[in-house]
């Protein structure tokens, strides 16, 4: 069993920056691939971004590449996403999750263990 928390959201201006936090605790967080994920109302969740166990290998969304920066310290049990460049269509509440195995996937039925989300809100 992992237990995961987010962190870091809030109410930003169009253009600006947040950096959330994903904080595990339970078993081995390092064995563990990571991902962000977001649902906005009345959306399905979608895929953000992943990292390997190793942190050496990532991917994200088409639409958040270069804007977004998925980053993890195994020596603090803690994944991260810099969000750089914000729009108002990033508005959602943030999900992290950790899969089963070590590779990184974009398949959210890959993922099993979820955080309780936190929420980004992105002004005009």
């Known amino acids: 069993q992992v237990q995961l928390v987010e962190s870091g959201g809030g109410l930003v201006q169009a253009g600006g920056s947040l950096r959330l936090s994903c904080a595990a605790s339970g078993r081995t967080f390092s064995n563990y691939a990571m991902g962000w994920f977001r649902q906005a109302p009345g959306k399905e969740r979608e895929f953000v971004a992943a990292i390997t166990w190793s942190g050496l290998s990532s991917d994200y969304t088409d639409s958040m590449k270069g804007r977004f920066t998925i980053s993890r310290d195994n020596a603090k049990n803690t994944a991260y996403l810099q969000m750089n460049s914000l729009k108002p269509e990033d508005t959602a509440t943030y999900y992290c999750?950790?899969?089963?195995?070590?590779?990184?996937?974009?398949?959210?039925?890959?993922?099993?263990?979820w955080g309780q989300g936190t929420q980004v809100t992105v002004s005009s």
């Open positions: 999750a950790t899969t089963k195995g070590r590779w990184l996937s974009i398949r959210i039925s890959e993922y099993v263990y």
